[in-house]
């Protein structure tokens, strides 16, 4: 079992930048990849980035790619979403998930934390 909390969320306004972090406990989190997703009012939850148990592979929405960055601390084990250029469109509850491979769709995934919102104003 894998427990995942997010944080970082917050309200700011189009054009700032945040950071997520996905901190974990339960088994060896260094044994998981992990992937963050967020889901818009009224939406879909969607695929925003993944990261590989190395750290050494990332995947990205194209709509993300260029300006998020998912990065990995295992000694902290913490995942890191940073976000730049934020957009209104990217106002959303932002989650993490992990499982022991990488992967773009939220069915892949195992291990889910509970949320952290995301409001960009513009």
């Known amino acids: 079992q894998v427990q995942l909390v997010e944080s970082g969320g917050g309200l700011v306004q189009a054009g700032a930048s945040l950071r997520l972090s996905c901190a974990a406990s339960?088994?060896?989190?260094?044994?998981?990849?992990v992937g963050w997703f967020r889901q818009g009012p009224g939406k879909e939850r969607e695929f925003v980035a993944a990261?590989?148990?190395?750290?050494?592979?990332?995947r990205y929405a194209n709509s993300v790619t260029g300006r998020f960055t998912i990065s990995r601390d295992n000694a902290k084990n913490t995942v890191y979403l940073q976000m730049n250029s934020l957009k209104p469109e990217d106002t959303a509850v932002y989650y993490c998930?992990?499982?022991?491979?990488?992967?773009?769709?939220?069915?892949?995934?195992?291990?889910w934390g509970q949320g952290t919102q995301v409001t960009v104003s513009s």
């Open positions: 339960g088994r060896t989190f260094s044994n998981y990849a």
């Open positions: 990261i590989s148990v190395s750290g050494g592979l990332t």
């Open positions: 998930a992990a499982d022991p491979s990488i992967g773009s769709s939220s069915s892949h995934y195992d291990y």
